[in-house]
């Protein structure tokens, strides 16, 4: 039996990829279910350094066990939409590992003063609006560029519209 399709949204720091799944599934659909990759738990870099030799590596292990999770869920045919902050070519690597027919990635984005806006303020983490955090924004932009992914901006877009606007990418895959 093929695996379900499976969608991941990912993004930096502050670019609305929880609030986005969050409005998701709060519209209830029932083809629809909705994964948070931090649910995991998160190990702090040290942890991630100790256990897996280094964050890239422990990421590219829980990507590769989130991707193999959803797509061996044949008894669940609802699209599988998964949100984190998960490097689009591990994500495409994992599809092809997990044998996934039916996979897309999408990278939510923003301009770079309204993220560290978010993450100063209503976030509440002023830490993460850094130079670094930037920089892996810059990084996913260009994979993602790099990838012919496709993009939503999520700068000035209601959560409303922004779900609209994920849901084309939904249906499109349940459609092939």
Same mark, same amino acid.
């Given at each position: 039996?093929?695996?379900?399709?499976?969608?991941?949204?990912?993004?930096?720091?502050?670019?609305?990829?929880?609030?986005?799944?969050?409005?998701?599934?709060?519209?209830?659909?029932?083809?629809?279910?909705?994964?948070?990759?931090?649910?995991?738990?998160?190990?702090?870099?040290?942890?991630?350094?100790?256990?897996?030799?280094?964050?890239?590596?422990?990421?590219?292990?829980?990507?590769?066990?989130?991707?193999?999770?959803?797509?061996?869920?044949?008894? #669940?045919?609802?699209?599988? !939409?998964? /949100?984190?902050?998960? $490097?689009? @070519?591990?994500?495409?690597?994992?599809?092809?590992? +997990?044998?996934?027919?039916?996979?897309?990635?999408?990278?939510? #984005?923003?301009?770079?003063? !309204?993220? /560290?806006?978010?993450? $100063?303020? @209503?976030?509440?983490?002023?830490?993460?609006?850094? +130079?670094?955090?930037?920089?892996?924004?810059?990084?996913?932009?260009?994979?993602?560029?790099?990838?012919?992914?496709?993009?939503?901006?999520?700068?000035?877009?209601?959560?409303?519209?922004?779900?609209?606007?994920?849901?084309?990418?939904?249906?499109?895959?349940?459609?092939?």
């Amino acid at each position: 039996m093929p695996s379900p399709p499976i969608l991941v949204l990912t993004g930096a720091s502050g670019v609305g990829k929880t609030t986005l799944l969050r409005a998701l599934a709060a519209r209830e659909l029932p083809d629809v279910a909705c994964y948070h990759f931090d649910s995991i738990g998160v190990p702090s870099t040290e942890e991630m350094t100790a256990t897996f030799g280094s964050p890239e590596a422990w990421q590219v292990k829980m990507t590769n066990a989130w991707i193999a999770r959803l797509a061996g869920n044949t008894t #669940d045919s609802r699209i599988a !939409v998964l /949100e984190g902050q998960i $490097r689009p @070519s591990v994500v495409r690597d994992a599809f092809l590992r +997990a044998g996934v027919r039916s996979g897309q990635i999408v990278l939510l #984005d923003c301009e770079p003063v !309204v993220r /560290e806006k978010r993450l $100063r303020g @209503s976030r509440q983490q002023p830490d993460l609006a850094s +130079a670094d955090m930037a920089a892996w924004a810059a990084y996913l932009r260009g994979q993602a560029d790099a990838m012919d992914l496709p993009i939503l901006d999520t700068t000035s877009a209601t959560p409303d519209v922004l779900v609209d606007r994920l849901l084309r990418h939904v249906r499109a895959l349940t459609a092939s």
